[in-house]
C-alpha cells in the first residue's frame, strides 16, 4: 500500500502543476479579454464621435462670421455657440483633443496633404496652412488634419547642348 502512494505522489504534483497553470492561463485570457473588450469600446465611441467632426466644423466656420451679421443673427449666433460648446464639452470627456498643425513639420501620422506649394520662403515639409483641424485621442488619431505643405523648388536643370556652346 505505501508503495501506491510512493507512485502517486508524483502524479499527484503533476495534476497540481496542471492545475495551477491552468488557473494562471485563465486569469490571462480573463486579463486579456477584458482589455481587448476596453479598445473595442474605445474605438467605436472614437469612431462614432468621428462622424460628428464634420458638424463641428460647420459650426465654427458658420460662427466665425456671426459678429459681422444683424443683430438678429447674431442672437441666434449665441445659441449655436451654446450648441457648439455642448459638442466640444462631448469631445473634451471622451479625452478627443484638437490638434494644432500650422507651422509644425508634416507628419503623415497626423496630417493629410491636400495640397503641395513650391517655396524657398519655407523649409521643406513645413505647414503653411490648416484647411481642416485634425483631432485625436489619447490612443489614435481620429482625424488627420488637411493642410497644405511647403517643399522646396526643384531644381531647372539646363539641357546638356545649351551648357557647351559659348554666348
Sequence with gaps: M???????????ENFKDKYIRLLAETENMRKRMQKEKQEMIRFGIDNAIAEFL?????F???????DQATSEVKSWAIGF???LSQ??????????????SEGNAFDPAYHEA???????EHPEGAILQEFTKGYKSPTRVIRPARVKVAK??????VPAEEQLEPK
Design 2 to 12: 505505501s508503495e501506491e502512494i510512493e507512485e502517486a505522489a508524483p502524479a499527484e
Design 54 to 58: 464634420p458638424t463641428i466644423d460647420n
Design 60 to 66: 465654427e466656420q458658420a460662427l466665425r462670421f456671426a
Design 81 to 83: 455657440q451654446m450648441i
Design 87 to 100: 459638442f466640444k464639452e462631448v469631445l473634451h470627456n471622451h479625452g478627443i483633443t484638437a490638434f494644432h
Design 114 to 120: 491636400v495640397e503641395i506649394v513650391e517655396t524657398e
Design 152 to 157: 522646396q523648388p526643384a531644381a531647372t536643370e
